[in-house]
């Protein structure tokens, strides 16, 4: 007898989603009791926000703050990183504020902190000065992210300044990251209940129009990848005279391996092979991929962008430019060295938005949805770290025409006898 497969997560909370659908349509008064469990959900997932952002960060900036050993490749990939990044951050904010995806929910604002109204008012140098925390556990304890980030990217900074005494730390923050991964694996076997749980909640008292508001979402995050696409990573590629046809040839693979498997990691070594193949030296390949796995991830800062503002939309909260830029960067910040958590984007998402009294339950109504945008934000951060490398090795000169190209990521650069891991990451 065939042994029968196992439903994946992803289908497990699309199940979940369509039960509350049904569920929260047929039976309003029963759905609106769910959101308890909905709660329940919401609050585990927040205690995953500060160690696994203080232990992927440390981890992150300790291992590759070195910039004497990469020298002046470090520094330009660190730079083309954040231009491209903040690029973006910004084409997220634009569309997201154009088709307005969230209005019409209304999670309702009711119990938000009075911070958030306050904040409208703020001057610059207050808001400034309350990015910086007096004390680190305090900012831990009231889950404000920011502050957390801050500290932390000191914190890792000091700590690659030393030399042999830093590995223990560095150790246990690395055992200390694989242990809020398997958390968050916990965590995320109660999505399913938790997402049906919102998802009856909000239609019980809504209708089912939220639906159309999460496929507008969806709508507005695929329209900006694709303009991101070719009207900045396009214009990128050919301003630096980046040999398009032939690098569209080397990226589509782990592209594709990336969107089918909403995973950066499983598209990781075909990524790095191809782009060796393409004329990218080995050290080059070896460096920028990884890095870029923590500090390049474009499709994410547009999703967490489109995303954030979203939940402002739909509990009804009008937020300033100012605001909207400070949330940004926070998220672009806090998302660093979270590339292999486990639903990473909304674990951030989650930390940001309960730091500026943003409704923190539009996570588990978003979570209903995300598998669909997950795999186009992987498939985009994947290509921006592919074209980073080709144009770090332009910019230090090292890239190397290889016009058979095509035929070498098909059958095997013979430069690639190595195997990846004895490449130095």
């Not at 694709?226 to 396009?234: H, P, R, W």
Request: proline share 4%.
């Amino acid at each position: 007898m065939e042994k029968r497969r196992r439903l994946s997560q992803t289908h497990l909370i699309f199940i979940g989603m369509l039960a509350g659908l049904i569920l929260g349509f047929a039976f309003p008064a029963l759905g609106t009791k769910m959101e308890a469990l909905s709660t329940i959900f919401i609050r585990l997932v927040k205690t995953i926000i500060v160690p696994i952002i203080f232990a992927t960060l440390v981890v992150g900036i300790a291992s590759h703050a070195d910039l004497k050993a990469v020298g002046r490749m470090g520094v330009k990939a660190i730079v083309y990183f954040e231009i491209v990044t903040t690029i973006a951050l910004f084409l997220g904010l634009v569309v997201v504020n154009i088709t307005k995806p969230g209005v019409g929910i209304d999670l309702g604002n009711a119990g938000l902190p009075d911070g958030l109204g306050q904040a409208k008012h703020m001057t610059i140098k207050e808001i400034v000065i309350n990015i910086f925390p007096d004390n680190f556990f305090d900012a831990a304890s009231r889950g404000d992210v920011l502050e957390v980030v801050v500290f932390t990217i000191i914190f890792a900074i000091a700590l690659s300044l030393i030399k042999e005494k830093k590995k223990p730390i560095i150790e246990f923050c690395e055992a200390l990251a694989e242990t809020m991964f398997k958390y968050t694996n916990i965590v995320m076997r109660f999505a399913p209940v938790g997402v049906g749980a919102a998802i009856a909640a909000v239609v019980a008292s809504k209708g089912m129009s939220v639906l159309l508001n999460l496929c507008l979402l969806i709508a507005s995050f695929y329209g900006a990848i694709v303009v991101f696409m070719l009207g900045v990573l396009l214009p990128v590629a050919l301003l630096f005279k980046v040999p398009v046809k032939r690098f569209i040839a080397a990226v589509k693979e782990p592209a594709v391996i990336a969107f089918s498997t909403s995973s950066s990691e499983a598209a990781l070594p075909k990524a790095m092979e191809n782009m060796e193949a393409l004329g990218v030296p080995r050290r080059v390949v070896s460096f920028v991929i990884p890095t870029g796995y923590s500090f390049n991830l474009d499709g994410t800062t547009i999703y967490l962008s489109l995303a954030s503002i979203f939940a402002a939309q739909a509990a009804g909260v009008d937020l300033s430019l100012s605001q909207q830029l400070l949330i940004g960067f926070t998220l672009i910040f806090a998302s660093k060295g979270a590339a292999g958590v486990p639903r990473a984007s909304l674990v951030v998402l989650a930390g940001t938005l309960a730091s500026f009294g943003l409704p923190v339950q539009a996570v588990a109504v978003i979570l209903g949805v995300d598998t669909v945008m997950d795999m186009g934000r992987t498939a985009v951060n994947v290509t921006g770290n592919c074209l980073a490398t080709v144009i770090v090795a332009k910019w230090e000169k090292v890239f190397d025409r290889k016009e058979d190209t095509p035929r070498n990521i098909q059958e095997g650069s013979p430069n690639n006898d190595k195997t990846l891991s004895e490449a130095s990451l």
